[in-house]
């Protein structure tokens, strides 16, 4: 009986009310999600900022463009091996730590921890970029011990990250796999996968390419607030429209789905991509792990303080009482009356607006082991 009183309450805000957050702009510092540095959980002392420091930073925080560090690593090993039931590939790559789009639920934050930062502000200002990515990988490739499986990039962080139009990672990783005809995937909320539209078709051609789109909101409020630095919403369906329109499977993923704050999108975001040419639609259900509870929820006071505490209630009540959620094959996803309501509006949400077919599945056959940079300058000649 309380499903359905739910079910019946959210049809009402998603198509009566059409309930849209309140952005308190003046509140949030310009161009950041997080706004605070939380503290890194694995280091035992602190520092408390001379008044100089505060007086730099507050001026920081008051530019248009806040500074942003780019910081230059030289990692042994490029692959990221999965262990997690949940997620559907075993190999990641990503070429860059930290991301300067900012999203402010991103649970990649956390990591960013490993290298002696905090999850908050540090994770969008100061940027761990790998430029030996696409050595590391052709290596991988040429030792012929590799068996040619899925390898996704941005399993972490996104690869189309701001930070690509200067360092170019991303599309020297493609030109391997283009080389190697070897199977990529490619997660990015950012409309800069255009960019490489030239290696992509290639790719294509050789049914060597898999694309997920991240959207989470129509709403450029929210977009901006809580998405500071990805596309516009505007350029990620522009983008969606031209890969689905030159045959690349392209998956939308609504991610995450938060109660309260994009979940009455569901139908229109459905109808927005289907009509664009996304051959499917996936989701997950926001949780707040490890240092993203205290950042969301900072966040959110700061830019939706009317619905901040019926927010946090609601995304405790999809993860058994709490904020975050391990429990693999149900964190994703929740659980209680509102999951399934979600659950539910997906379902028919898909069969209604999601009917574009795959346009091919991905080819392993013909995976070039060995030097292939060598074999290419005979067949230049």
């Known amino acids: 009986m309380l499903h359905k009183e739910l079910y019946i309450q959210t049809v009402f805000h998603v198509f009566f009310l059409k309930q849209k957050p309140y952005i308190s702009k003046e509140s949030l510092i310009k161009g950041r999600g997080a706004q605070l540095n939380v503290h890194n959980r694995f280091l035992s002392q602190t520092y408390e900022a001379m008044e100089e420091q505060l007086m730099q930073w507050h001026l920081d925080e008051m530019e248009d463009n806040p500074r942003t560090s780019f910081i230059e690593v030289f990692p042994k090993n490029i692959l990221s091996k999965n262990s997690s039931p949940d997620i559907p590939f075993d190999y990641s790559i990503n070429p860059y730590n930290g991301c300067e789009h900012g999203c402010v639920y991103c649970y990649a934050r956390n990591s960013h921890e490993y290298w002696g930062y905090s999850a908050g502000r540090d994770f969008e200002e100061k940027i761990l970029y790998k430029p030996n990515s696409h050595l590391l990988l052709r290596e991988v490739f040429k030792s012929g011990k590799w068996n040619p499986q899925l390898i996704v990039l941005s399993g972490n962080t996104d690869c189309y990250q701001p930070a690509e139009r200067?360092?170019?990672l991303t599309r020297k990783l493609l030109e391997v796999f283009l080389d190697h005809n070897h199977p990529v995937g490619i997660i990015t909320k950012n409309a800069l996968i255009l960019r490489d539209l030239d290696i992509l078709q290639e790719l294509r051609k050789r049914k060597l390419i898999a694309i997920t789109l991240s959207i989470t909101t129509l709403n450029e409020d929210i977009r901006r607030s809580m998405e500071p630095r990805t596309?516009?919403?505007?350029?990620?369906?522009?983008?969606?429209?031209?890969?689905?329109?030159?045959?690349?499977?392209?998956?939308?993923?609504?991610?995450?789905?938060?109660?309260?704050?994009?979940?009455?999108?569901?139908?229109?975001?459905?109808?927005?991509?289907?009509?664009?040419g996304a051959y499917s639609l996936s989701y997950i259900m926001a949780r707040l792990n490890g240092q993203i509870a205290e950042i969301f929820s900072d966040w959110i006071v700061k830019a939706m303080p009317e619905r901040a505490e019926k927010v946090l209630n609601l995304i405790r009540e999809t993860h058994d009482g709490a904020l975050n959620d391990s429990r693999f094959k149900t964190r994703m996803k929740g659980d209680g009356n509102f999951a399934s309501v979600v659950a539910d509006m997906f379902k028919v949400a898909?069969?209604?607006?999601?009917?574009?077919?795959?346009p091919y599945e991905l080819d392993f056959s013909?995976?070039?082991?060995?030097?292939?940079?060598q074999l290419r300058l005979f067949t230049d000649l």
Do not use: Q, Y
Not at 350 to 358: F, L
Not at 366 to 373: A, D, I, L, S
């Open 350 to 358: 898909r069969k209604k607006w999601i009917t574009a077919p795959k």
């Open 166 to 168: 200067k360092f170019e």
């Open 231 to 276: 596309s516009s919403v505007a350029n990620r369906l522009h983008a969606l429209e031209v890969l689905c329109a030159e045959g690349f499977p392209v998956n939308v993923n609504m991610a995450p789905i938060i109660p309260g704050v994009n979940s009455d999108e569901i139908f229109d975001l459905a109808e927005a991509v289907g009509r664009r």
């Open 366 to 373: 013909n995976f070039k082991t060995g030097n292939v940079e």
